[in-house]
């Protein structure tokens, strides 16, 4: 639990340029905060509640609203325990317009996105840096991921759209030589199909189905004890449903639920088969002219089928069962408006706690962040 009453937040803004026209803007936040359990351990091993600071910028620019770029870098650093510190770096350029095909309406959007993301990995078996073969993989969950999109869609009534979705997506990790490592790279294949139907002025449904294709570049299948088989390449595929309402009754209110089940079998023994799925609300409220609040609460269920009790290894850990509840309640009190833009001060208070079989992956998680927010989008 969060063991202090109160916390000053002390942050200034680099000097930046917050411009709020039509087709470009950049934002930013700077917070202060405490995590009650930074690397998401057991309460059998020793946890303690850090202190962490958080800066994040984003920027965003239109080209006749047709191309569209934006950008994103996160920096969280605490202050005790630097291996709880990340860096997440982001681009997206898209393009997307519309066009009409005998009096039949289409819209369509390309877009590449590249992520880079840089964090230590901490074992949940011992607390401490992962290590495998005696040596150290902290950098193991480091990433370079480049994502991709197609999507076309249908608009035979201005109530009914129909969305045809293809994603790509390429991730590699840092690189170990050490003698039975697996690597993590793969390569990923998604379609979607899609439905949203406008039942109300207040009222949307949306129903979505994926089939998604994983080849990892070079892992190893394994058989039902968890063994390695040699000369083999691991492959998943994704069977998922997903279905929502998104209800909007006045302006400043909205609310949304969702609800999504997913199946993954891999192409060996089903060693890593798994079901997992969530149920979610979320929803945001403007008070006056200068409050907004923001709620979410998701339970998730993630289930490997052919392993009852987890071990211990580096492998296991990737792909962990768990079950459990996230909740977050976030306010913004807009305190001064320059330009289109809004200065605000930042309070968000989140809960998590996650159960399974094997006590390693039983873990609690509170966090406390006061901050301040220039926003123009």
């Known amino acids: 639990m969060l063991k202090n009453s109160f916390w000053l937040v002390v942050g200034v803004l680099s000097p930046s340029l917050a411009i709020a026209s039509s087709n470009e803007a950049i934002n930013a936040t700077v917070l202060y905060g405490v995590d009650s359990n930074p690397h998401q351990l057991s309460s059998n091993l020793l946890v303690t509640e850090q202190n962490y600071a958080e800066v994040e910028f984003k920027a965003r620019k239109s080209f006749f609203k047709t191309v569209y770029l934006s950008a994103k870098a996160n920096k969280t650093q605490y202050i005790d325990d630097r291996r709880g510190d990340q860096y997440n770096l982001s681009a997206n350029i898209s393009l997307k317009s519309s066009f009409k095909i005998k009096g039949e309406k289409f819209k369509y959007k390309f877009s590449v996105n590249a992520r880079n993301k840089d964090k230590t990995y901490v074992s949940k078996s011992s607390g401490l840096v992962a290590t495998f073969g005696g040596q150290s993989i902290a950098d193991r969950y480091d990433s370079n991921q480049t994502n ?44 979607q199909l899609g439905m949203l139907y406008k039942a109300s002025e207040v009222g949307r449904f949306y129903v979505n189905g994926t089939h998604t ?80 609040f923001n709620t979410r609460i998701r339970y998730s269920n993630f289930i490997l089928v052919n392993q009852i009790e987890p071990g211990l290894t580096v492998s296991d850990e990737e792909t ?42 039983t873990y609690d998680r509170n966090k406390l962040s006061l901050g301040i927010r220039w926003s123009a989008f």
């Open 320 to 361: 962990s069962g768990k079950q459990g509840i996230s909740i977050s309640v976030g306010y913004e009190w807009v305190i001064a408006t320059l330009f289109e833009t809004n200065f605000a001060l930042y309070l968000d208070l989140e809960h998590a706690n996650y159960t399974n079989a094997n006590d390693i992956y």
């Open 213 to 292: 294709e994983r080849s990892f570049v070079d892992k190893r299948i394994k058989d039902l004890d968890g063994i390695d088989l040699l000369n083999t390449d691991l492959a998943y595929t994704y069977q998922a449903f997903n279905i929502g309402y998104i209800y909007h009754p006045e302006s400043g209110v909205r609310w949304k639920y969702s609800f999504n089940l997913e199946n993954r079998e891999d192409n060996g023994s089903g060693y890593y088969n798994a079901l997992s799925g969530y149920l979610a609300i979320s929803g945001k409220h403007q008070f006056g002219v200068h409050h907004y």
């Open 148 to 191: 991709s999109l197609v999507q076309l869609s249908y608009l035979p009534y201005k109530n009914l759209t129909f969305d045809f979705i293809y994603r790509g997506r390429d991730k590699s990790y840092q690189q170990y030589n050490i003698a039975g490592l697996s690597n993590l790279d793969y390569q990923q294949q998604k379609i």
